[in-house]
């Protein structure tokens, strides 16, 4: 997750023409830089919350739902996807907060603080 935050910017590409962009990838999402400077903040009243923040609320929720199917095996067992299929009240939770994720991360820019353009799946 400190990877996303802190370098971020140079490596999750963003599409041509969006505004704010950073030389061809996603503009930082950090209010201020390290020298207390104003960084996304400039953006704030024009665009809304950044991308690069909504890139991390999503990237957590779904090393939350991974972190579901890791902590099925706790005997240290080597194959972590035997058997999923099995459990299908598991599964059902499992794709209800992927669905949910995708549709908060587009959709509840106001209420969540997400990007008021929503994420492409590029």
């Known amino acids: 997750m400190f990877g996303i935050v802190f370098f971020g910017e140079y490596f999750i590409p963003e599409r041509e023409g969006y505004i704010p962009n950073y030389k061809g990838m996603i503009y930082p999402g950090r209010p201020y830089n390290f020298e207390s400077e104003k960084l996304y903040l400039k ?3 024009n665009y809304g919350p950044s991308r690069h923040m909504t890139v991390v609320f999503t990237a957590f929720v779904f ?4 972190n579901m199917i890791n902590a099925r095996k706790i005997h240290d067992e080597k194959h972590i996807f035997a058997g999923i299929v099995d459990n299908r009240m598991f599964c059902g ?3 209800v907060i992927f669905v949910v994720q995708m549709i908060l ?3 509840s820019q106001d209420i969540f603080q997400c990007s008021r353009d929503g994420l492409t799946w590029f």
């Open 93 to 95: 939770i499992w794709m």
């Open 63 to 66: 090393m939350q739902v991974f």
């Open 43 to 45: 953006y704030y009243d």
């Open 105 to 107: 991360s587009q959709f």
